[in-house]
């Protein structure tokens, strides 16, 4: 590729990705600015901070290639395509919503766009997101799965069965570990004796990589990367520990109170974006967001409850 043409696309990378950043950001600062007002029928656990992580690795993936994450969603919903008003309608309650308005903020779900489902307990998504792999394989589909997941769920013994299968039958997927440090309240290093999550992941037998800056560009290229490793090279699994912070308490609309232990070093990458981009551009992107936003506050506000007869719908007994 000629030098100008990969200038020219890197730009086009810098300003999909700030955009994608700026309207996560903004989206989430207005839920928590509505919260209050019990509109919102369910909690709410915002990525506010972090969402570099779900932005930049979804720029490197395809509409068919597929994602499952956790309650902490909203982020990954929007970086791989779902739609807000779906999404809005979802957290208010309303039959509009993504799942009928029966599941909330907690269990985003768009299937048409390969976002397979979020679960409120804590590591579940993980074995589904290989089982879905697995089936990738088996049915040889040139697709890949990336599952999410936090610092707090690599905790769990079926993190480690899943990274062991997943190694053991090369399956075509990539882990995405959002290491904010916190479960909650607990630091990290009162939970983990080493606590150096890609050192402890490479033992399953796979490529594993700690990506220390809390940019997206740098995740897009790593994921990419990993992407067509597995599509070329038939390589896989993959495993990314990416540093990150959240800036809000665990669930809720505050400002974290333990904000002292944010560390110095992650920065807030919508910040650093904004550097790169042109104010044209960026007054572009302020319009659009705000115009997309009150369109969304609007369907999910109009929009109604879900029936009574609704209730005994998409449950299994
Ligand atoms: C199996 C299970 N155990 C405990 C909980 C309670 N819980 C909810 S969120 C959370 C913290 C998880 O932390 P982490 O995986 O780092 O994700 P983060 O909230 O930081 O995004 C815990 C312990 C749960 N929901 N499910
Ligand atoms: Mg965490």
Known sequence: MKNENRKSNKTKLINNLYKSLYRIRTIEEK????????????PVHLSIGQEAVTVGACA??????????????????????????????????KSTGVAGGKGGSMHLVDTNRGIMGMSAVVATTIPQAAGYAYAFKVMKQNNIVVSFFGDGATEEGVFHETLNFAALKKLPMIFVCE?????????????????????????????????????????????????????????????????????????GPSERDDIKTLSAEIVDPLQQLSKLVSSDFKQNV????????????????????????SLYKDVYA
Not at 196 to 209: F, K, T
Not at 292 to 304: G, V
Request: net charge negative; with cysteine.
């Open 31 to 42: 839920i928590a600015l509505i919260y209050p007002t019990d509109q919102i029928k369910s």
């Open 60 to 93: 490197a993936l395809l509409e068919a290639d597929v994602v499952f994450g956790t309650y902490r969603g909203h982020s990954l919903y929007l970086a791989k395509g779902g739609d807000l008003n779906g999404m809005m309608a979802e957290l208010y309650g």
């Open 179 to 251: 290491n904010n440090q916190y479960a909650v309240l607990s630091h990290q290093s009162e939970r983990q004796s080493n606590t150096n999550i890609a050192e402890r992941a490479s033992v399953y037998g796979m490529h594993s990589e700690k990506i220390d800056q809390n940019d997206p560009y740098t995740i897009y290229e790593k994921v990419n990367w990993a992407r067509n490793q597995i599509i070329e090279k038939g390589r896989g699994p993959f495993f990314f520990e990416c540093m990150t912070e959240r800036y809000r308490e665990h669930v």
């Open 286 to 309: 302020f319009k659009e967001v705000d115009l997309e936003l009150k369109q969304a506050i609007n369907f999910a506000e109009k929009s109604a409850f879900p029936a009574k007869d």
